[in-house]
């Protein structure tokens, strides 16, 4: 049973930082997109950052030069580096990945991590 479990997530003042972490088990450690997304309140889901399996990353313009995703293939994990934090980067966020099979394609998400940054 594939697992996605982050971490990392809290109360921060602005200008701060904090790492998620997202600990994938049950599966095979090679995914074509791992994503983080996060969802404020009232608001709907938008994809944050993305680490394709080359290892190219996206992120949305809102966070770009202040977050940064990166993976440990020897832990399973892959990171959310989040610095100059700002209150409107609140919410909960989520990790994802994605796998396209010969048959089907596979999606799985984390339960989410809350983050909050305070003015």
């Known amino acids: 049973q594939v697992r996605l479990v982050e971490s990392g997530g809290g109360l921060v003042q602005a200008g701060g930082s904090l790492r998620l972490s997202c600990l994938v088990s049950?599966?095979?450690?090679?995914?074509?997109?791992m994503n983080w997304f996060r969802q404020a309140p009232e608001k709907q889901r938008e994809l944050v950052a993305v680490?394709?399996?080359?290892?190219?990353?996206n992120y949305a313009d809102s966070v770009k030069g202040r977050f940064t995703i990166s993976t440990d293939n020897a832990k399973n994990t892959v990171y959310l580096q989040m610095n100059s934090l700002k209150p409107e980067d609140t919410g909960v966020y989520y990790c994802?990945?994605?796998?396209?099979?010969?048959?089907?394609?596979?999606?799985?998400w984390g339960q989410g991590t809350q983050v909050t940054v305070s003015s």
């Open positions: 049950g599966t095979t450690f090679s995914f074509n997109a």
């Open positions: 680490i394709l399996g080359g290892g190219s990353t």
């Open positions: 994802n990945v994605q796998r396209r099979g010969s048959i089907a394609s596979e999606n799985y």
